[in-house]
């Protein structure tokens, strides 16, 4: 499992509460892990201090799943 995977799954239990095992890469952070909009607002911003990057709010509106969040990451970290 890369480092990427791993920060981001503790930032989606941290934040959400929910169960490391939930956190899958096909769970919708909404429909799946039970974030309002107000969560993925929260972890999109954990996302952009832990990873040093900038997501702007049009591409965060494409981020619904934990996999789409590791592969924005991975693309646009340093």
Known sequence: MSDTKVKVIDIIVDKLGVDPSEVTPEANFTNDLGADSLDTV?????FEKEFNISIPDDQAENIQTVG??????????Q
């Open 68 to 77: 789409e969040a590791i592969s924005y990451i991975e693309e646009h970290a």
């Open 42 to 46: 929260e972890l999109i911003m954990e």
